[in-house]
């Protein structure tokens, strides 16, 4: 097992323009979470889905991010008309069952200039 | 509402010197804390986890941190540093054992560890 897996590692866009990550959980994890960490803070929660389902989600999360999880495999991150403070490392994360470890991938960097 | 503070943006020892990285919380339930490890340009790595068993828990690397409910605090430490230790560390805290039922494992803002040789 290759552990949790994202891509790109790194965009770099200009504001306005939308952008979409993507994150491939460890196989047969069911629970997938999704953070953001801006600089000098600590990960915080966006959402998370068990299977499909995507079952919180935090108000950080606005109108302009949306995540998917199609058939409960891989997840998107999509977040439309970037703006500057969105610039930030995006980490997902997954877990096998309620009670598991969460194991993280190494995370999507993004510069919105 | 549950919080995560962590005293010392940035901690620096020389090798081979106790480590003692602080971690003080909030809740309004029994806690699970958990500490995290990150490298460079790398995720985040669960170095041990608190879940109402022993109150001394053990992890990866040496490390290990108490649980101490009278000062609500859960420091991690390291009898003698390493210089592969350098890198960002972080407390957590959640209301569920794996910090995932809900998606809420809720992270201070991290303290960076540096080795001087």
């Known amino acids: 097992d290759t552990g949790v897996s994202q891509d790109p590692r790194h965009k770099i866009t200009k504001r306005g323009q939308n952008v979409t990550f993507r994150c491939d959980p460890i196989s047969e994890h069911n629970r997938l979470y999704w953070y953001r960490q801006t600089l000098g803070q600590g990960p915080e929660f966006l959402t998370y889905?068990?299977?499909?389902?995507?079952?919180?989600k935090s108000r950080l999360l606005s109108d302009r991010f949306s995540a998917e999880r199609p058939k409960g495999s891989f997840s998107t991150l999509e977040i439309q008309r970037t703006e500057q403070g969105d610039s930030a490392m995006y980490l997902c994360?997954?877990?096998?069952?309620?009670?598991?470890?969460?194991?993280f991938g190494p995370g999507t960097r993004l510069t919105v200039t | 509402a549950q919080s995560v503070t962590q005293l010392g943006s940035h901690v620096s020892v020389s090798e081979g010197a106790l480590v003692l990285l602080r971690c003080n919380y909030s809740?309004?339930?029994?806690?699970?804390l958990f500490w995290y490890v990150q490298y460079p340009n790398q995720g985040l790595q669960l170095l041990l986890k608190y879940t109402s068993a022993a109150t001394l828990v053990k992890g990866i690397n040496g490390f290990e941190a108490e649980f101490k409910k009278s000062e609500t605090s859960f420091h991690l430490t390291k009898p003698s540093a390493h210089m592969s230790d350098a890198a960002e560390y972080f407390c957590?805290?959640?209301?569920?054992?794996?910090?995932?039922?809900?998606?809420?494992?809720?992270f201070g803002k991290g303290t960076k560890l540096s080795v001087k040789p």
């Open positions: 994360a997954s877990s096998l069952e309620l009670g598991a470890e969460q194991y």
């Open positions: 889905f068990q299977n499909e389902a995507q079952l919180e």
């Open positions: 957590a805290v959640s209301d569920t054992p794996d910090g995932g039922s809900q998606g809420n494992l809720i």
């Open positions: 809740s309004s339930v029994p806690p699970y």
